[in-house]
């Protein structure tokens, strides 16, 4: 158990819904990020919180957006959705911020289905 | 852009075998990782390796960051080997991201 946790794992909707993925950081670390694995893409980064601001982000569409909240814990969330969006989501955490000796520690997924 | 590219991208190996799986990249790092996929989807991290040599059990990973390429060593491999396997960097050049390779799926036989 990597200690951080993804709700839910599982998730099916329709195209043009919207949904919200939940992460809680492993205790002490004040890092999030988020990441999507499809088959045709691979794994990819999608955006970085450091204590509540955005830190860096990748090739994450407009249509995601994501915060980190006061007590760490972080949503993502992913509106109009598309076929193409079905993917594997997963969180990750680390302690810090810097690039050094930055480990990280990755949730189980939310595996989401758009039908 | 900046590539990460891994080889084999498959290997089957029989228990017991060694193997090395490699992690080439396209600039330099400030930060390397190799990560295992299990066939149940979970990333486990194995090594934080920017460069030099560490070992951790039956696996070592090797960094040569001045020729851009990393090496994980898996000996005596066991059926719970199996999965895929990724190196992770962060580039030193350009913004903050995390760049995943492409991965090596592994699956060992009984």
């Known amino acids: 158990d990597s200690g951080v946790t993804q709700t839910p794992k599982h998730l099916i909707t329709a195209t043009g819904q919207r949904v919200t993925l939940r992460c809680s950081p492993r205790s002490g670390d004040l890092s999030v990020y988020w990441y999507q694995q499809s088959l045709d893409q691979g794994l990819q980064f999608l955006i970085h919180?450091?204590?509540?601001?955005?830190?860096a982000k990748g090739n994450i569409l407009e249509r995601f957006s994501a915060q980190q909240f006061p007590d760490l814990h972080s949503e993502l969330n992913l509106s109009s959705l598309e076929l193409g969006d079905s993917a594997l989501y997963f969180c990750a955490s680390s302690v810090g911020t810097g690039v050094a000796k930055n480990i990280q520690y990755f949730g189980a997924g939310t595996r989401l289905s758009v039908l | 852009g900046i590539q990460v590219e891994q080889s084999p991208p498959d290997l089957i190996l029989q228990e017991g075998a060694n193997s090395t799986l490699r992690c080439n990249f396209s600039d330099s790092v400030n930060n390397l990782q190799w990560f295992h996929q299990n066939p149940w989807g979970q990333l486990i991290n194995l090594f934080y390796i920017p460069s030099g040599t560490k070992q951790n059990g039956r696996l070592s990973a090797t960094t040569v960051a001045t020729e851009r390429y990393s090496l994980l060593y898996i000996s005596s491999s066991q059926t719970t080997d199996s999965g895929v396997y990724f190196c992770?960097?962060?580039?030193?050049?350009?913004?903050?991201?995390?760049?995943f390779g492409t991965g090596t799926r592994l699956k060992v036989l009984a």
């Open positions: 992770v960097i962060v580039p030193t050049s350009g913004t903050y991201k995390y760049i």
């Open positions: 919180y450091y204590n509540g601001e955005e830190r």
